[in-house]
């Protein structure tokens, strides 16, 4: 027996993208932490963490989901090797940013695999995360301003294309 009623798709559209893609930013959250992203394209973002504790880590070609939910207000979100769940909150034109991370117990126990190019450790990297332990999970939520942004073109590997420790000096205190 048929309602007449539709059942709505399971993934939501991700709307316009244009205001997103090809970003390039610095962000520096309340707590002095200093992270980079791109967005790379509709489904795809690199990034390198510049200051605090995760300082080395980075990516390229990170898989990503993405939705616009306003005018210039966006959702990123993406599960690195690691099993670390980011989830980004983008304001542009305000300049802010709002993140939830979950860390798996293992990377906080012993993260020295995870403090480079995420794909040049991918084996490190899955042997430490399944030897574990996965849970308990650290939730962090983070709340900062976007001190540098600038629009680049879509896939442009120039953009992350180093360690942070390889940065000119200063690279991580650019504003405009």
Request: charged share 20%; net charge negative; aromatic share 10%.
């Amino acid at each position: 027996m048929s309602t007449g009623t539709s059942i709505p798709s399971s993934s939501p559209a991700t709307g316009d993208l244009s205001g997103l893609i090809g970003s390039h930013l610095i962000y520096a959250y309340d707590n002095g932490w200093k992270y980079e992203l791109y967005v790379r394209n509709a489904e795809t973002v690199e990034f390198r963490c510049l200051i605090g504790p995760m300082f080395g880590r980075w990516s390229k070609n990170q898989p990503a989901k993405m939705v616009r939910l306003g005018a210039d207000l966006y959702k990123l979100a993406w599960v690195e090797p690691t099993g670390t769940t980011t989830i980004v909150i983008l304001w542009l034109d305000e300049r802010r940013v709002h993140t939830t991370i979950t860390y798996p117990q293992w990377m906080l126990d012993y993260p020295e695999s995870t403090l480079g190019l995420y794909q040049d450790n991918a084996d490190a990297i899955i042997a430490d995360r399944e030897r574990g332990p996965t849970y308990p999970l650290t939730l962090v939520s983070s709340t900062g301003q976007v001190t540098f942004l600038e629009r680049r073109a879509p896939d442009d590997d120039t953009v992350i294309d180093r360690p942070p420790n390889k940065l000119p000096l200063g690279y991580d205190s650019r504003t405009n």
